[in-house]
């Protein structure tokens, strides 16, 4: 689960040339995430992960409402963190307290009615966690691949295509949730001897920045045909 908090920007005193968002490493406390919001970037979240049991919603509210247990979590071991870390846990309101916990969206049969006239998308049918910064991402991607596949196939072969598109994106769905694990494991603090060398590797991200949609919608029709 996330804990998060706004707090101003200029309470950080942010260093000229200091670049947002940022997320600052430390191996015995974990991650720590400043992010700047609002239009005028006014102020910021900062925000810390944890591993946390199941709730249900009663539980999740009562965590919540601890104010004081959020902010001593994100408070704790700043003094191990730069100076800007310090500066942003040292006023934090309780009003602007904000618990996250992780969740997925099951897997679902289908994105699409029997006959192709209603289609989900984007969180509706696969919402996933922040940790990679995809969710939004992701539906569009949907809209553009939809759009294509659409568009390369006649109405007869409407409701065969959207099952392609619906299997072509679930893919690659996947692939992002296995990178939100992976952004998640190194966000975890790591206690002396449980260090683990692949998490010092940088990750290989063409697959997610620069795709190719037009191939990748031929390739899920190639595939099909064979």
Known sequence: MG??????????????????????MNR??????IAPQQHDGSEVLIGRQKRAPELD???WN???????????????????FPEIVQRAVSEISPEMINLWPFYVVPKLDNWSSTHGRVVILG????????????????AFED???????????????????LKIWQQGRQER???????????????????????????????????????????MVDGWLRKDAQ
């Open 3 to 24: 804990v998060t908090a706004a707090v101003p920007t200029k309470q950080l005193h942010v260093p000229e040339g200091y670049d947002l968002p940022v997320t600052i």
């Open 28 to 33: 015995q406390h974990g991650a720590f995430v």
């Open 57 to 59: 919603r009663d539980g």
């Open 62 to 80: 009562q965590l919540m409402n601890d104010k004081e247990w959020c902010i001593d979590f994100l408070r704790q071991g700043a003094s191990d």
């Open 123 to 138: 969180d509706a049918a696969h919402a996933i966690p922040p940790s990679a910064g995809q969710g939004i991402n992701q």
């Open 143 to 161: 809209v553009y691949t939809y759009a294509l596949i659409v568009a390369k196939c006649d109405k007869d072969f409407l409701e065969k295509a």
């Open 173 to 215: 769905v996947d692939k992002v949730l296995a990178l939100n694990a992976q952004i998640d494991k190194r966000r975890m603090p790591k206690p002396a001897g449980q260090e683990d060398a692949e998490d010092d590797k940088p990750f290989e991200l063409e697959w997610l920045y620069k795709p190719d949609f037009n191939e």
